[in-house]
Nanobody
Framework: QVQLVESGGGLVQAGGYLRLSCAAS????????MGWFRQAPGKERESVAS????????YYADSAKGRFTISRDNAKSTVYLQMNSLKPEDMAVYYC???????????WGQGTQVTVSS
């Protein structure tokens, strides 16, 4: 069983930045494909970014390309999401997820709120 705990959310002005972290425990972190998702009020959950087991391959939603960067530190069992040039439409609860492969996420964190003021 893998436990995921997100942190780093908060209130930021439009144009600002935040760095989200997701710390994993209870499993072999390097064996998991990791992803960041978000869900805004009244909207479906959507994928933001994902990263392969070694960190060599990354994927981004169109809305995140050029502004967000996903990375991981397998020695620290942590995945990060650097979010720059934040927009009000980025406001959501952000979740990290772990799975054996991309699109097959079995474990989810509790989420961290990101609020962007205009």
């Amino acid at each position: 069983q893998v436990q995921l705990v997100e942190s780093g959310g908060g209130l930021v002005q439009a144009g600002g930045y935040l760095r989200l972290s997701c710390a994993a425990s209870g499993g072999t972190f390097s064996s998991y494909f990791m992803g960041w998702f978000r869900q805004a009020p009244g909207k479906e959950r959507e994928s933001v970014a994902s990263i392969s087991w070694s960190g060599g391959t990354t994927y981004y939603a169109d809305s995140a390309k050029g502004r967000f960067t996903i990375s991981r530190d397998n020695a620290k069992s942590t995945v990060y999401l650097q979010m720059n040039s934040l927009k009000p439409e980025d406001m959501a609860v952000y979740y990290c997820a772990a799975g054996t492969r991309r699109g097959n996420y079995k474990y989810w964190g509790q989420g961290t709120q990101v609020t962007v003021s205009s």
